[in-house]
């Protein structure tokens, strides 16, 4: 069992960008979808996403904010081992357009043409609350 501080995982996640993030419905079924960070990576336990506000998981969100996200990297150099991390947290839901520049990158204005005047936009931070990882014989978790 390893024992990564958060800024050590940290610096293995830099490339990872997409994850599986996994809410509850409001009739109380799981689901799970495809979110980008668009190369907002630079993880401190805070997971930044963007989405239209009237999406199914902007309503999953405000019934229970509740999520897990799943990551997955790619096999390092020469066949190394590949690296999971899972996040749980909370997550809040915001619509101030200061914070959504402070976490914007231009390859959100393929989703969201208008940048951060487009109509209906939200910004979901997932406020981590444990992580677990393994990277071939490492594994272990994070409090935060």
Not at 44 to 72: C, M, N, Q, W
Not at 83 to 99: H, R, S
Request: proline share 3%; no cysteine.
């Amino acid at each position: 069992m390893s024992n990564l501080s958060l800024h050590d995982l940290s610096k293995k996640m830099a490339k990872l960008d997409f994850t599986m993030m996994g809410t509850r419905s409001s009739n109380g079924t799981m689901t799970a979808r495809p979110m980008s960070n668009n190369g907002d990576v630079e993880y401190r336990g805070d997971s930044y996403f963007f989405a239209y506000e009237d999406s199914r998981k902007i309503s999953d969100l405000r019934a229970d904010p509740h999520v897990i996200l799943s990551y997955t990297g790619a096999a390092g150099m020469l066949g190394g081992p590949p690296l999971f991390v899972t996040v749980e947290g909370n997550a809040a839901l915001i619509q101030d357009k200061a914070a959504f520049a402070d976490h914007w990158t231009k390859d959100l204005d393929r989703y969201f043409p208008e940048g951060i005047d487009t109509s209906g936009i939200i910004m979901i931070r997932v406020d981590a609350k444990a992580i677990r990882y393994w990277d071939g014989g490492d594994e272990g978790n994070i409090a935060i």
